[in-house]
C-alpha cells in the first residue's frame, strides 16, 4: 500500500495538471508496447507501433523501461514545458550522479548491459543516441496520435474539476483510482506492490493524469523529488491519427452546425476578421457577419473591436467543441488547477 501524508500547506501546493506529460507518455508507452494484456482501446496503436517503430529508438528506450519493475526517474524530468527538445535537453542534462544512482537500480536484459553501462558513465555518445532514440520514439509513436490523446487527457482534466466543485478534494483524490481512500490528511491507494509512505512536508503533490497509465496510479522512486502521481484517466479510447483525428471531428462538426459554419469556427482559433473570414469562405461580409453573430450568441467565439475591426476568437467552448472533447460547466480556462485546501470539517 502506498500513503501519502499531507500537511496544510500541502493543500496549498497540490496541483491537477490539465493535459499530457510527453515523459509519462514515453515511458508508459513503452511498457505497453512490452506487455500482451491491457484493455482493447489500446491494441491497434500497440499492434501499429510493433510494425512501424524503429529498432533504433525502442531498443535503447524498452532497455531502460521495463514493463514490470523499475523505470529510472531522470526519464520523467519535471518541466512545465511543452516543447519536447526543451525538455529532452532537461533529460540530458541530468547530473551524472543521478545517472549512476538510477541505474544502478536498474536489471537490464543481458543484451543491454553494456549500454545502460555506458550510459550511467554518462558517455557523450551514448547521451546522444538516448536522445535521438527519444526523439525518433516521440516522432512515430506519440505524435501523430497527440491530438487525439491530448483531447482524451483534457476530457478528463475538466471531469475533474466537475468533480472538484462538487465533492471537494477529497472526491478528487479518490477518484484517481477505484481502490483509493483519503482520510485524516492521507490517501491509500493499496494496490501499490511495495508497503511505503510518502511524506509531501509542504512540497504539493502534482497529479498527472495519463492516458497510457491503466492498470494502477505510479510514482517516482526517490521520495526526495518533487512529488508527482500518475493516475489513469477514466476514459481512454483508441487513439486516432491526427489527420484522421482532425478530419473526423471537422466531419461531425459539419454535420451537426454545417459545413461553412464548422469553417468559420475553425478560423476562429487564431483570431481572425470578418473580412478574412468572408475572404477564406468564399461569403460575402454580411453571411461571414451572420455566422460570427450564431457563434457568439452559442458561446463559442467571443468578438472584440480592435482599430477599425472586429476579431473573432474562439472561446474554450469553442475550442472544446473542434477538440471533439468535453468542455465542462464553467470551464472557461484550461490551465494547472491548484486543489483548495479541505478547511476544518471539510474532509471526507
Not at 535537453?89 to 537500480?105: C, F, H, I, K, N
Not at 490528511?185 to 512540497?203: A, H, Q, Y
Request: proline share 9%; hydrophobic share 35%; charged share 20%.
Amino acid at each position: 500500500m502506498l500513503r501519502i501524508h499531507f500537511t496544510a500547506d500541502d493543500y496549498a501546493r497540490t496541483t491537477l495538471a490539465p493535459g499530457p506529460d510527453p515523459m509519462w507518455e514515453m515511458l508508459l508507452s513503452l511498457h505497453m508496447l512490452q506487455v500482451e494484456d491491457g484493455p482493447l482501446e489500446y491494441s491497434g496503436w500497440r499492434q501499429r507501433m510493433r510494425r512501424q517503430l524503429p529498432r533504433e529508438a525502442v531498443g535503447p528506450l524498452a532497455a531502460l523501461a521495463p514493463p514490470v519493475g523499475y523505470s529510472p526517474d531522470f526519464l520523467t524530468p519535471q518541466t512545465r514545458a511543452g516543447e519536447l527538445d526543451h525538455v529532452v535537453d532537461r533529460l540530458l542534462a541530468v547530473p551524472r550522479g543521478r545517472l549512476r544512482t538510477d541505474l544502478s537500480m536498474l536489471t537490464p536484459r543481458p543484451s543491454a548491459v553494456t549500454w545502460v553501462r555506458q550510459l550511467s558513465e554518462g558517455r557523450p555518445e551514448s547521451l546522444h543516441r538516448l536522445g535521438h532514440a527519444i526523439r525518433v520514439y516521440h516522432k512515430s509513436a506519440l505524435a501523430p496520435y497527440w491530438p487525439s490523446l491530448k483531447g482524451a487527457v483534457r476530457s478528463d482534466h475538466r471531469q475533474r474539476l466537475d468533480q472538484l466543485t462538487s465533492g471537494g478534494i477529497a472526491a478528487v483524490l479518490e477518484g484517481i483510482y477505484p481502490q483509493a481512500k483519503f482520510k485524516d490528511s492521507v490517501l491509500e491507494i493499496p494496490t501499490f506492490s511495495t508497503d511505503s509512505d510518502l511524506r509531501l512536508n509542504g512540497r504539493g503533490l502534482r497529479l498527472q493524469p495519463s492516458y497510457f497509465c491503466w492498470q494502477q496510479p505510479t510514482k517516482l522512486a526517490d521520495p526526495e523529488l518533487p512529488p508527482v502521481l500518475v493516475f489513469p484517466i477514466k476514459t481512454a479510447g483508441g487513439l486516432l491519427h491526427g489527420d484522421k483525428a482532425g478530419d473526423h471531428t471537422q466531419e461531425r462538426l459539419a454535420a451537426l452546425v454545417g459545413k461553412t459554419r464548422a469553417t468559420v469556427l475553425g478560423l476562429t482559433v487564431d483570431g481572425t476578421t470578418t473580412t478574412q473570414l468572408a475572404a477564406a469562405c468564399d461569403i460575402t461580409l454580411a453571411t461571414a457577419s451572420h455566422q460570427t453573430a450564431v457563434l457568439r450568441e452559442a458561446g463559442l467565439i467571443e468578438s472584440h473591436r480592435r482599430g477599425k475591426s472586429v476579431i473573432h476568437l474562439a472561446t474554450r467552448l469553442g475550442h472544446a467543441l473542434l477538440e471533439g472533447t468535453y468542455p465542462g460547466p464553467g470551464d472557461t480556462e484550461l490551465h494547472e488547477s491548484r486543489l483548495p485546501h479541505p478547511g476544518p470539517g471539510h474532509g471526507p
